[in-house]
């Protein structure tokens, strides 16, 4: 039967994935269920999107309830649902203004949109420049690909968005010298995902704080993977208390529910888009909203910030027990349930093996395994992860020998 379904798949849907030939049914807590009933450990939670589990009965029950209500008006009106939404997502992230997308990317966009438009009405010069880092990955879309640092993503879709240059992370110096009078925004991710699981530094991020507040350059944090708990804190800023001029979040703000947004202070929301600059059909809908004001409630009752400072440390803990014990293993790095393991040679084989055995991983790069589970995990679901993972690993190091 899943056969079936992948066939047909390949003949409708454009082939711009290289999908796992698995047909997944259903989900129920950290586990997914395919259609021909066999269950899998999850450690993707969607790409980090599922951080309350799957089948989370009062969020269903939550949405379900808006359903009946009201799905969509357009935001030519105003909707409770976002109004609440907006006035939660601003006490857990410190932030004064939200505008509500449908994505990561659309958030990007927008804060990319928020950042000239600040410099354009400081002097109404429209060759701004915006510094971002390499490694990096903000989206598909033209604007956040134009921020992303790595050519392959960018090379075929010529010419990006003008006038960005590239810095090293964690490198002062680097970034500094891409600084000119010209430069109106530094963009990057608090922690690094696609890129390879590379965490910003303390330092790193305070210097550039200082740099931007001296040169009145905006400070945009990209915190769509590694925000909404994942690091041990709401959003991954907060553990330094590096607060950004604008952040994107999106992935678990909606728990599966499409929705993203862009926060900025008052001070650069009373200085950059006004009405008519940027907009969106979708965005901010009832649902979505409703989808929001559930994942929040449901952060604080089911203490999911206090989950990942025990859970995480002890994942880094089991996953660094793997690295001692292979030298197919280059190195372990992350933070909270955003975890990394390097290996000298391509994964691809050990995720292929993980899931015949009922495992869900995925890729960051060619030669790292990402670990972005479910924010409910528990140290029982890590131990029997690690025990899959353990074999496959072991199974393809036998192989080579």
């Known amino acids: 039967m899943m056969k079936e379904y992948i066939d047909e798949a390949e003949k409708a849907l454009l082939h711009t994935y290289n999908r796992y030939q698995v047909v997944l049914d259903k989900g129920d807590g950290v586990y997914l269920y395919d259609m021909e009933g066999k269950r899998y450990l999850d450690f993707v939670s969607g790409i980090a999107v599922f951080a309350l589990g799957y089948n989370n009965k009062a969020y269903n029950d939550a949405l379900k309830a808006q359903i009946d209500k009201l799905i969509h008006t357009s935001n030519y009106y105003y909707n409770a649902p976002a109004i609440e939404a907006a006035r939660r997502i601003k006490a857990v992230s410190g932030m004064d203004r939200v505008f509500f997308t449908n994505s990561g990317a659309e958030a990007v966009e927008g804060a990319i949109k928020a950042a ?12 701004h420049e915006i510094i971002a880092m390499e490694h990096s990955f903000h989206g598909r879309t033209m604007g956040a690909l134009s921020v992303t640092g790595n050519p392959k993503y960018r090379e075929a879709f010529g010419p990006m968005i003008g006038n960005i240059r590239f810095a090293a992370l964690n490198d002062y110096d680097s970034v500094l010298a891409q600084v000119t009078d010209k430069t109106c925004a530094i963009i990057l991710e608090t922690v ?6 590379y965490p910003a530094e303390e330092d790193f991020l305070k210097k550039l704080r200082r740099l931007c507040d001296e040169r009145d350059i905006l400070l945009i944090l990209d915190e769509i993977q590694c925000g909404m708990g994942r690091t041990g804190y709401m959003y991954a800023w907060q553990r330094f208390d590096v607060k950004p001029d604008i952040v994107t979040t999106a992935k678990a703000l909606g728990c599966g529910v499409p929705v993203g947004a862009f926060l900025m202070t008052e001070r650069v929301a009373q200085n950059s888009l006004t009405a008519g600059d940027h907009g969106t059909t979708y965005g901010g ?33 089991r996953l660094e027990e793997l690295t001692g014990r292979y030298d197919c293993i280059e190195t372990h790095r992350g933070v909270g349930l955003l975890q990394g393991l390097v290996f000298h040679k391509p994964v691809g084989e050990i995720i292929n093996r993980a899931l015949d055995k009922g495992l869900i991983l995925i890729n960051a790069g060619t030669h790292i395994i990402r670990f972005v589970p479910a924010l409910v995990i528990s140290k029982g679901d890590v131990d029997a992860m690690i025990e899959i993972l353990d074999s496959c690993i072991e199974e393809c190091y036998t192989d080579e020998r």
């Open 116 to 127: 000239r438009k600040y410099a354009y009405l400081k002097d109404g010069s429209t060759d």
């Open 192 to 197: 690094q995902g696609e890129g390879g699981i």
């Open 285 to 317: 809908n009832p649902l979505a909203a409703a989808a929001i004001c559930k994942v929040l409630d449901l952060f604080e009752e089911q203490k999911v910030l206090e989950n990942v400072r025990e859970v995480g440390p002890y994942l880094a803990e």
